[in-house]
């Protein structure tokens, strides 16, 4: 089997772990915090699923850097990456905030600045605090567009996919 293939086959197979992942994590939202008696299992499957895709996700996002060659990046690289997010976050912002202003039960305009700006972990709304992920997401980016340009790091083989990890490890701690 061609090493592309079998490369292919492997990111495949990793991608599917994260789509499991995803699935258990919204799972863990929706039906676990309805029934008391299942919190503690929910909230445990939900940390350790989050965990296991954040380490998933920065072992992909180093692979692919690592196999391009470990180049430099411009800041253009975090405006595409996070323009990408925005496709879907900033539609469901839009349902979620005219849902809250219709309802006047918990808009204000502080909530819709923070989400706007990928910073809700900072200012969770109750009942929505799973949108800390997009903070998250977006500092990722961040460290990686920081570590590629590092000296010291941008030319070591698998360098970034360390960083990643530990970064992956440091954020689901």
Known sequence: MPEQEIRQQRNATFDIIRVVALIAILMCHSCFDNFPALMGI???LGVTFNFLFLILSAFLLGSSWNNKGCPKLSFEYVGKRVAK???SYYPYLIVLFLFLYFSQDYFNWRNL???TLYLPW???IDGFGHLWFMTMI???YISIWVLSNLSKWAYR???LIYGALIGG???GV
């Open 42 to 44: 929910g909230r445990y």
């Open 85 to 87: 997010l925005s496709k």
């Open 113 to 115: 600045m923070t989400h």
């Open 122 to 124: 900072f200012d969770k």
């Open 138 to 140: 977006v500092l990722c």
């Open 157 to 159: 083989p698998n360098s």
């Open 169 to 171: 490890v440091l954020i």
